[in-house]
């Protein structure tokens, strides 16, 4: 079965104006996501512009405003979003420059996002969904078999969502913001060195780090992947704090 | 004399290779992509790096291009790859019988493969359908396609490259028997504008025939599209795949916090026109729940459909078609400054990008060796740099 689907995209070109509103209808799956409606108004008209690359939530390309929420379309029904609405609405992600379109220009969040230097892979769970895994032997770059951990990506997928619903970040982009501190906290995790933990540590004390931060958790909130950024930033302050406090009695 | 002007029209896994491979080697180059990187078919593959296994009875050479590619971008791209192994098990006493040629298979291809006990595999993967009968451990791992290409992208922005998004190119300019360069239109600000160039590398995977049709000539490329189930649970941490000749629904590949089931095959008119069949999507769901039954106990968080670019050779269905890749030099066809490249997987662009490369040296008559086995990339997120 298919549903018709009335939608209002968000269109602006530079050098064009001001943005505008602009309605399509198209015709998708029943159980098609909003992933598939931009798709589809992309065949209507290969003028729009939106981002999208890999519709299962792991690029992190696709995020944007649905119906005024942070939402990534590849993994929202349509259904969902057409619920208690005659159209779905869809704009830009906010705290981003726009490039056109639904195009937002991430330039200077991947910035902010590297100086954590996090590597995306992480050691994977010693247990999948209850279930244990015993042994993990695995192939070395030579042919020869090892004993290690499973490794994984991480959780984030770096889709600037939390950064659109932060208050903080609408008044300053000075600020880290929610995804950058939450990388901070996680390099620290994985961190091997107690010299490495302290400078990432002191990165997130500084003035684009966590005492911007408002304390509205809009960005948990909003995070499609469990990411808490916002406990990240909480755990931040809480330990920098405590270290201010030992150097202050000048215990270590 | 300034170094040759390369375009690279296409920004998936094969263009951002080769603009990577063409950077190292001195060119200036210009990469053109319509949309996102990776917004084609690399975006929505299966993320998987390929250890060969899957075409190593029927199709030794893209088995060994598999396996040679996979040492090399553990090397060159390390921190951005999940290198979990994969198996492949047997269900059924056919996919037993298979178990044979397979082992002969990896071992012709140079495949590093266990054989391992049944209980041990069950060990490894608790999730795994218990009934398995065989299971066969070889150097499988998941990239995360976007970032596959970004990491190619800023390394050879590195290098001077220029790497222009949301950018189509809407005609290859011809001066006699010569393409020269591109018109584009910036779907940025709605402008057209000319660029000039001494060679076009057309790196469109299944839109190849599309574009080289702009210069009045024909590739041998057919769209085939593919279906992809992603559930919500990561069930697996190996890549589980059927033991038996390629088919529908043969592997669940694991990837961040979910597994992904695929895929099906046929060949579509159109890549910018795919319809996904429920029935495919259905068909997914219960040929996964075969190779990990638990996947029943999931929902479904993503499904894609893309086009891989498969070259037509003499005959056969598209499951025949080889996975390996093929260059056209234009000239064969009176046209010059114009090269494709298509076919392949995201596991061999560096590769293909080192055969194109290597052509379009030849025909600008530059000597440059080939760097980009040894040269390590720098972190995606300098792309943005």
Not at chain 1, 4 to 18: I, T
Not at chain 1, 211 to 232: I, K
Not at chain 2, 261 to 268: H, K, L, P, R, Y
Not at chain 2, 302 to 309: C, D, E, I, K, L
Request: glycine residues 8%; charged residues 25%; contains cysteine.
């Amino acid at each position: 079965m298919s549903l018709e689907v009335p939608v209002k995209v968000l269109r602006y070109k530079s050098g064009d104006g001001a943005p505008r509103y602009q309605a399509y209808r198209v015709t998708v799956p029943d159980e098609a996501n909003v992933i598939d409606v931009l798709e589809a108004v992309w065949r209507q008209d290969t003028t729009f512009a939106f981002r999208h690359a890999c519709h299962h939530a792991s690029c992190g390309t696709c995020g944007v405003r649905l119906n005024g929420y942070e939402r990534l379309p590849c993994i929202y029904p349509v259904t969902e979003a057409l619920k208690g609405r005659r159209e779905i609405l869809i704009e830009p992600l906010r705290n981003f420059p726009i490039v056109g379109d639904l195009v937002v220009d991430v330039a200077a969040f991947f910035q902010k996002q590297e100086a954590s230097r996090l590597v995306i892979t992480r050691q994977a769970e010693a247990a999948l969904d209850g279930a244990f895994y015993r042994r993990s032997e695995v192939f070395d770059d030579e042919g020869r078999l090892a004993e290690r951990p499973y490794n994984r990506f991480e959780n984030c997928i770096e889709c600037g969502l939390c950064l659109s619903a932060c208050p903080t970040m609408a008044a300053s982009d000075k600020f880290f913001g929610p995804a950058g501190l939450a990388a901070i906290d996680r390099a620290r995790q994985e961190a091997p060195d107690p010299q490495q933990k302290s400078s990432l540590l002191a990165l997130a004390d500084g003035e684009q780090g966590v005492w911007r931060c408002h304390s509205a958790f809009e960005c948990t909130n909003a995070c499609p992947q469990n990411v808490d950024p916002a406990g990240a930033i909480m755990a931040l302050r809480r330990d920098l704090v405590t270290h201010k406090i030992k150097n202050f009695f000048g215990t270590r | 004399m300034p170094a040759p002007h390369a375009i690279v029209i296409g920004a998936g896994s094969t263009g951002a290779a080769t603009a990577h491979d063409l950077a190292l080697r001195g060119l200036r180059v210009t990469v053109l992509e319509r949309g996102e990187i990776a917004s084609g078919t690399t975006g929505r593959n299966h993320c998987l790096l390929h250890s060969g296994g899957r075409y190593c009875v029927k199709d030794q050479e893209s088995a060994i291009e598999c396996i040679d590619e996979n040492l090399i971008l553990r090397r060159i791209m390390p921190g951005v790859l999940e290198l979990n192994d994969g198996l492949f098990v047997a269900i059924t006493e056919d996919d037993l019988a298979f178990k044979d040629k397979f082992l002969e298979g990896c071992a012709a291809c140079h495949i590093p493969a266990r054989d391992l006990p049944v209980k041990h595999a069950l060990e490894m993967e608790p999730f795994l359908n218990p009934k398995i009968l065989a299971a066969v451990q070889i150097p499988d791992g998941v990239f995360e396609p976007f970032r596959f290409c970004l990491a190619f992208l800023a390394t050879a922005k590195q290098h001077g490259a220029v790497v222009r998004s949301y950018t189509e190119v809407t005609e290859l300019l011809c001066s006699g028997r010569s393409v020269t360069g591109v018109k584009i239109l910036d779907h940025r600000t709605g402008q057209t504008e000319t660029l000039g160039a001494d060679l076009v590398v057309n790196a469109t995977g299944p839109w190849a025939d599309k574009i080289a049709r702009m210069a009045g000539m024909d590739v041998p490329v057919s769209p085939t599209a593919g279906v992809m189930v992603t559930v919500n649970k990561r069930l697996n941490n190996m890549v589980i795949n059927r033991l038996n000749k390629p088919s529908d629904g043969d592997i669940v590949v694991p990837q961040r916090l979910t597994s992904i089931i695929g895929t099906t095959s046929w060949t579509v008119p159109d890549a910018d026109q795919i319809e996904i069949p429920k029935e495919h999507i259905d068909k997914m769901i219960h040929k996964g729940q075969e190779l990990i039954p638990a996947i029943q106990q999931t929902s479904t968080r993503g499904v894609g459909a893309v086009a891989r670019p498969l070259i037509r050779r003499a005959g056969g269905d598209e499951r025949e078609v080889s996975r390996t890749f093929e260059c056209f030099d234009h000239r064969r066809d009176g046209v010059d400054g114009f090269v494709t490249i298509s076919g392949g997987k995201t596991t061999t662009a560096r590769a293909m990008a080192e055969k194109v490369a290597d052509i379009v040296c030849g025909k600008l008559g530059l000597r440059a060796e080939c760097r980009t086995r040894e040269t390590r990339l720098v972190s995606y997120r300098l792309f943005y740099n």
